[in-house]
């Protein structure tokens, strides 16, 4: 096992997980030429953090319990990526064993966890020497995410706090954050209307409901900037025991909801202290539709993920395309 101190994460805020993922592979030494092990199950926002210090993707497969069939290796990756799918605790030994083997750093991709912690209650994102959590995902926030250093000599390379900026939460943000409350509270689906009129809008300008990131969003540059100081002042607020315990009944009331024999959970169960995203389940868009049906009264919302990288599209296993989980935000 690679051994962390005892000594406290250092953290620093950006505006999206991608950036502090930037800054990860900086720490991590990842330049140009370089490559990075990551998963083929993966957004393509994550790319775009890897095309920006110049490096490469090199894929490893995951089977349908969304842990890695192998590591494969080249001499020049320098850098692995785990990632805590809807923010349940990846098992990290044989990445351990891998870093330890080949002196790479490990990654732990948290952008689906915060809150979420392991068995022996270590906070996701703290359990490798970087990690990143996307904290916009579990909250209502339009930004704000997290580089967690948890390498003591790491800590010591690690870029100053950027500044927040004044920028307000957005009328967009005021106006869900209000229409959550309301759905939440009366069963009215307040939300799910103004998605429908967002999506038959979309539908009508360009042929599409869903809007699908393009290949372009692989090769974006990242900028790093520091969140909104409103966002951040929206996170220090958050009561995360009564966040945490609403999603982890959430999960349970939805399990029990949901008619399994169109669907398979990804997970038996939440393991202790883990604090879900969301319900991960494989099935068809018939299937997810259904769901969809059975969950409308908790006013939470079925998606598909995730919008698979191109190179990885043409021989994606299935299980990689019928996956979409109930969002608890
Ligand atoms: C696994 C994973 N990592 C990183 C990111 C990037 O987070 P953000 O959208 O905050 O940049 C995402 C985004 O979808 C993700 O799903």
Known sequence: MLSLSDSKPAYRYYAY???????ALRLANVTKGDEVLVPALICKDVLSSIFTVGARPVFYQVDKSLAPVSLPHTPLIKAVIAVNYFGFP????????????????????????????????????????????????????????????????????????????????????????RFSKVERATGLPLLRWVRAIVRLRRFLSTGEFISTSSTLA?????????????????????????????????????????????ITPVHDGLPDNCVPYGFPFFGDSDAAKNVQRSVNSFGVEVIRWPDLPESVLPDAPEHYSNLWFVNFL
């Open 17 to 23: 997980g991608r950036q502090a993922l930037v800054e």
């Open 90 to 177: 990846q098992d990290l030994e044989i990445f351990f064993e891998y870093c330890n083997k080949f002196s790479v750093k490990l990654i732990e991709d948290n952008a689906h966890g915060y809150l979420s912690a392991s068995s022996d209650r270590v906070l996701l994102g703290n359990r490798a020497p970087l990690g990143i959590t996307s904290i916009r995902k579990t909250m209502r926030i339009p930004d704000g995410a997290r580089l967690h250093v948890n390498d003591p000599e790491l800590a010591e390379q690690i870029p100053p706090q950027l500044l927040f900026n004044q920028m307000p939460l957005g009328a967009r943000y005021l106006l869900q954050t």
């Open 218 to 262: 692989e090769t974006e540059v990242v900028e790093p900037v520091g969140p909104r100081d409103a966002s951040m002042k929206k996170i220090r607020k958050l009561n995360e025991e009564v966040e945490a315990q609403r999603r982890t009944k959430l999960y349970e009331r939805v399990g029990s909801a949901i008619d399994k024999t169109k």
